[in-house]
Structures are given as C-alpha cells and as structure tokens.
C-alpha cells in the first residue's frame, strides 16, 4: 500500500508512506506506485504514531452510578464505591465492559494500554479477565496489565499474596498505593515489596503515588530512591503524584535531583485528578496536578492518561486521549504555540517510553506499520479543531476509520 501526500508529526515537507508486509517500507517524497499497488491520496493530512493510553482502569470502565454515585468527587469515596461494585463482578461482565471500553478507544486512535487491575479481591477476577482479553483483543490492541492492589497491599487482608498470586498469572507490572496505606510504614515497605517483587519476576512498576492533596505525602522519594538503588530505573514509572502539587520549592529543588538520577517516568491524568483533587479545600481550590512542566524542563519523562472512563472516580469519558491533552495543556499551562504543537507526544512517544516499547514504535522504516491519519495539516489544528482520525492502521491493516465532519452554518 501507499500512502501518499502526508504530513508526518508536524513536518515542514509532504511525504509519501510505502506499507509491506504490515512494515515501513520506504518514507520520503514523490514515491512512485507500483503495479497493482493501493494506493491512498490523503490529500495533505497528518500522520501521527498510534496513540497510547498509559494508565487507565478497564476493569472498572462503564460502572458510574453502579451501584450508587460518588457524590463527594473524592477519590476515598470513589474507592468506597467501588469495593460494593467489585461485590458484583463477574468475569463476563468485566469482558463485555472492557470490549465495549476498547471499541471506543480505537475509535479515538488509541492502539496501546496499560491497565491498573484492582487485585484486592480474594478471587482476582477482573485480573483473570484482563489476562484473557490481553490475548484476545492482541491483534486490536496491545494491553499491558499492572496489578494494583486499590485498597493496599499491607492494608488490605492477605494484600502481599494476592499481588505475587497475580504476578504469577501473568500480570506484565506490579503496583502499589503507598498514599492509601494506614501508616507512613506501611507506605514504605508497601514500595519496597511492590520493587522486590518486580525484581524477582522481572516486571515494569508503576504505582499510584501521593495521589493526595497531602504535602506530607512523600512516596515518590521512597519509589525514585528504590528505582534509582535497583537499577530499574526507567522500567519504574510513577502515576499521579498529585501531591508534588503541593511540595514547597525547596523540597523539590532537592527532590529534583533524585528523580533525574532515578530515571523514572512520569504520568499525569488531567481530566481525573482535576476532579477529584481541592476537594477538601474552600479558597483558594489547588488544581491537584503534578508539576508536568517542570518535569519535562528537567529532560524527565512524562505522558499523559485518562485514567478513568464512566467509573466510581470520573462520571464521564469517551476513551479520547486527546481531551487529556487539552485539559492538561489548560491547567498545567501549557499554551504556547510550540507547546501545544508538540502535546501529541505526550500520548505517543512520551507514553511509548513509559509502557518501554523500545524502538519498535514509531512512523520509521522497519517499523511495524502502525499510524494515524488525522484531518489536519499539523496537532495544533487537530487539537483545536477536535478533527478527525480518519484512519487507524495496526500492523498494516486498518482496524478504524471515520468521515471528515460535515458542518454547515444556516446563515
């Protein structure tokens, strides 16, 4: 197939996209058609990578209101929730859920995720369910399945063996919840297993962390010191961190230097923590979001995720990656003109290093031929206009598509 007449990420050049065998064939300009080849004309619109959703709950996706609302918007009452929801589950009613969840995900491009499954459950299973829709939904999307243990790990009865049980099953990362556990100790070593474990069944960490309003909540220092001690380093990524937020300067000055050394990634949910944090303030209300423009100051790795979809913790959400972008450019003020061009990455090559991809991502000769086709010339146009994704190829073959928008003004 080619793939003609294409801006690739925001280039200053038109070129065309040569697809063999699901592979980057040939990328430049003015590539001549073969006999017998498709071609597509795409008439100058834009190329982006896949998009990826680095940390989002499937397991919990479509339960708002089930079976009562969180009427506080707090995440504690979220939690609450969701442990009389999780009394209900099956593990057919998480499949039909999660399928329905990962339809509207591709529909906005997404092709790549990584799931935080709640594994405080004596059963484990929504982990059961996810182990089998990751090899189901393969040839769709990519799931990475972390376990996460929701209600802690030393907090919760039995915590520790059901994390290695889920381990065991086959989960890809381990997690933890540091900022939920009963004691400052129990934080810590609650950390210090969640490393140990991923050290002796070589997996990826990512843990909820300080996602609280709290300034005294500090596992992040615990996870980037342990990151940085292990030698995990970037296979460790710390999700939230909402109370980096409320750090005095000094503090993070110095925390600063850890967090390079450690070499951990980042992610921030734009559109859950602006809603669930400053819930216990009056006036002035904290915005409750990590410090996403410092960190990528400092050359530290961060994404962005959605984090929740129609759930316990956030009453609304299509899947979209790009309202995260939107939401996060706003409230991490980031809308300069650059900034706003460059924000794709923060849901693609930024998300592909925190889910450790390697170099097999990306629009690049010998690459798997996975992309989008946006209608626009360049991400700012795309993300101001909410244009379009107009195709989705997964290995060469499409699996999504859509129609330019048909508006018309009657005057």
């Known amino acids: 197939m080619l793939i003609q007449n294409v801006w690739i990420e925001n280039a200053t050049e038109v070129s065309d996209i040569r697809v ?213 380093t970037d296979r460790v990524t710390a999700s939230h961190t909402t109370a980096m937020h409320s750090y005095n300067n000094a503090y993070v000055t110095k925390l600063m230097r850890l967090l390079k050394l450690s070499k951990i990634n980042f992610v921030s949910n734009p559109l859950v923590n602006t809603h669930l944090q400053g819930r216990m303030d009056t006036y002035p209300k904290r915005r409750g979001i990590t410090r996403v423009k410092e960190l990528l100051a400092e050359g530290i790795n961060v994404s962005f995720g959605h984090d929740d979809i129609f759930d316990p913790w956030y009453p609304l959400g299509t899947g979209d990656m790009r309202d995260a972008v939107f939401m996060g450019l706003h409230v991490c003020q980031m809308m300069g003109y650059q900034e706003i061009m460059d924000s794709y990455k923060l849901i693609s090559t930024n998300a592909a290093k925190t889910l450790h991809l390697g170099s097999c991502y990306g629009v690049r000769v010998g690459n798997p031929a996975s992309f989008l086709v946006l209608d626009a010339d360049n991400f700012y146009n795309a993300l101001n206009r909410k244009s379009e994704i107009l195709y989705s190829f997964k290995n060469g073959r499409l699996i999504a598509k859509s129609a330019p928008a048909q508006r018309e003004v009657l005057f």
């Open 20 to 232: 063999t065998d699901g592979k980057f064939e040939e990328i430049g300009p003015d590539l001549t058609p073969r006999p017998g080849e498709e071609v597509l004309d795409c008439t100058g619109t834009l190329v982006l990578p896949p998009f990826i959703e680095s940390h989002v709950h499937l397991d919990t996706c479509l339960t708002a209101g089930e079976p009562v609302w969180n009427q506080s918007g707090t995440l504690f009452e979220g939690i609450q929730c969701w442990a009389m929801r999780k009394e209900m589950l099956s593990k057919q009613d998480v499949k039909d859920r999660v399928r329905r969840a990962v339809r509207m995900q591709a529909q906005n491009g997404v092709q790549f995720v990584r799931t935080h499954v709640d594994v405080t459950d004596p059963k484990l299973t929504a982990m059961e369910a996810l182990l089998e829709l990751r090899e189901e939904l393969r040839d769709t999307v990519d799931i990475q399945v972390v376990a996460f243990p929701q209600e802690g790990i030393d907090s919760y009865p039995n915590g520790r063996q059901l994390m290695e049980d889920a381990v065991r099953m086959g989960a890809d990362a381990v997690g933890a919840i540091p900022h939920f556990e009963f004691t400052r100790e129990y934080a810590v070593d609650s950390v210090n297993f969640a490393m140990k474990l991923a050290e002796r069944y070589d997996k990826l960490v990512d843990v909820h962390c300080d996602e609280i309003d709290d300034e005294q909540s500090r596992g992040l220092e615990v996870l980037a010191a342990r990151a940085y001690e292990s030698g995990l």
